[in-house]
C-alpha cells in the first residue's frame, strides 16, 4: 500500500494558513516576549510542515533549533531590552513602509517562479534523476551507513558540512565580540535586573529529572544517526539545551559554574578541529581531504566501514560545535554579555 500525500492537502492549507496567521501576529504585537513566543509556535507548525513532506531529520532540526533553542535564546535577550516597541518616527515608518513593498514584491516574484519548478516529488525532477538515485542504490553499500541523510551530509556533502560548523563557531565569535566590546552606557538593557536565587522545588526537581535524560537523549541521537533521523547537529542541539535548562531552572552561575565559560569555548573550537583534523589524517595517508577510505588500513577494516567511522568522527566534532555554541549564545545574549545573570 502506498501513501498518497496529495489525499492530505488540507492539511497543507490548513498549516500554511497557520503560519501565515502567526508571522503576521509576531509583527503586530508590541510585546517583544509575546513575538518571540509566537515565531515558536511558528516553528512548531513549520516542524509538522516538514515532517509531512517526509524530511525528518530537517523536522527534528526545526524543533530543536527554531522551536526550543531560539525561542529561549529570544526570551532571554527580550529580557534586558526594551521589551515594548516605541512609536517610530515619520521617517522611520516610511522606510518600515519601503521595505514592506519590497518584500511583497520580492514575494510575489518568487511564487510566480514556483511555476517553473517540477511537482512536489516528481520522479522526473533533475533532483530524482541525477544524484538522488545514485546515493540511494550505492550509499549505503559504500559507507556502510543505513541513514543516507547521514552519508550525504558527511561523506559525499563532507566539505559543506565542515564549512556551516565553520560558520556555527563565527556566529559564537561575532556575538561575543559585539557584546563584550559594547560598553553598558550604549546597551539597551534593564537597569533593574532580576535576581534569581534558584530556590524554587518543582522546577528544580523537575531539572534534576528531565536533564539527565536530556543529555542520555542526545548521545543517542548524535550516536544513532547512522540508523535513524539525527546526527551531531541534533544531538548537539539537545546536548546545549540541557545546559541552557539548568540555567533557566537555577540560573545562570550555577550552570556557569558546571560548565565554564573557557571549557565551552575550547568546545566550540574543538568540535571543528576534530572535524579537521579527521580529514587532515585522510590527507597525510595519500588520499582526498575527507576520504575517509584512507582510514581503513590504519583500523583494520573495510573501505565501507572506515567510511563509517570517519562520519561518525565527523558528527561528534559537529555535535561538540553545536552544543558548545548553543550554549555560549545563551550565556552572552540572556546576559546582555556580562555573564552576570539570565532567564
Not at 197 to 210: N, Y
Not at 286 to 292: E, K, Q, S, T, V
Request: hydrophobic share 50%; with cysteine; glycine share 8%.
Amino acid at each position: 500500500m502506498t501513501w498518497d500525500a496529495s489525499l492530505l492537502w488540507q492539511f497543507d492549507v490548513l498549516v500554511l494558513l497557520m503560519m501565515v496567521i502567526c508571522a503576521v501576529t509576531a509583527l503586530a504585537l508590541e510585546g517583544l516576549l509575546s513575538s518571540a513566543i509566537t515565531t515558536g509556535v511558528y516553528s512548531f507548525l513549520l516542524c509538522l510542515m516538514w515532517t509531512h513532506m517526509m524530511a525528518v531529520d530537517v523536522a527534528f532540526t526545526e524543533a530543536a533549533v527554531g522551536a526550543a533553542i531560539s525561542t529561549v535564546i529570544f526570551l532571554g535577550t527580550a529580557q534586558y531590552i526594551n521589551r515594548w516597541i516605541k512609536k517610530d518616527r515619520p521617517k522611520e515608518q516610511g522606510i518600515k513602509q519601503l521595505t514592506l513593498v519590497v518584500v511583497v514584491i520580492c514575494a510575489v516574484m518568487m511564487l510566480g517562479a514556483t511555476r517553473d519548478l517540477p511537482d512536489w516529488a516528481d520522479p522526473a525532477s533533475p533532483a530524482s534523476t541525477y544524484l538522488s538515485p545514485e546515493y540511494i542504490a550505492q550509499g549505503y553499500r559504500e559507507t556502510a551507513t543505513p541513514n543516507v541523510v547521514t552519508a550525504v551530509l558527511a561523506d559525499y556533502r563532507g566539505y559543506d558540512t565542515l564549512f556551516e560548523s565553520v560558520v556555527v563557531f563565527a556566529a559564537a565569535l561575532v556575538v561575543m565580540v559585539v557584546l563584550r566590546h559594547t560598553s553598558h552606557k550604549h546597551r539597551r538593557v534593564l537597569h533593574l535586573r532580576p535576581k534569581r536565587e534558584g530556590r524554587d522545588t518543582v522546577l528544580r526537581g523537575a531539572a534534576q529529572s528531565i536533564i539527565p535524560v536530556m543529555q542520555i537523549f542526545a548521545l543517542y541521537v548524535l550516536f544513532h544517526g547512522h540508523y535513524s533521523p539525527g546526527g551531531g547537529f541534533q544531538g548537539g542541539v539537545i546536548f546545549g539545551a540541557s545546559f541552557i535548562l539548568l540555567a533557566l531552572c537555577y540560573n545562570l552561575k550555577f550552570s556557569m559554574n558546571r560548565f565554564q565559560e573557557h571549557a565551552v569555548l575550547w568546545c566550540c573550537a574543538g568540535g571543528v578541529l576534530l572535524y579537521a583534523g579527521v580529514g587532515a589524517a585522510c590527507l597525510s595517508l595519500g588520499m582526498n581531504f575527507l576520504g575517509y577510505a584512507a582510514l581503513a588500513e590504519v583500523l583494520g577494516v573495510s573501505e565501507a566501514m572506515a567510511r563509517s567511522y570517519g562520519i561518525l568522527a565527523v558528527e561528534i566534532g559537529v555535535g561538540i560545535t553545536v552544543m558548545a555554541v548553543m550554549v555560549s549564545l545563551y550565556y552572552d545574549l540572556a546576559s546582555g554579555g556580562d555573564l552576570e545573570e539570565g532567564l
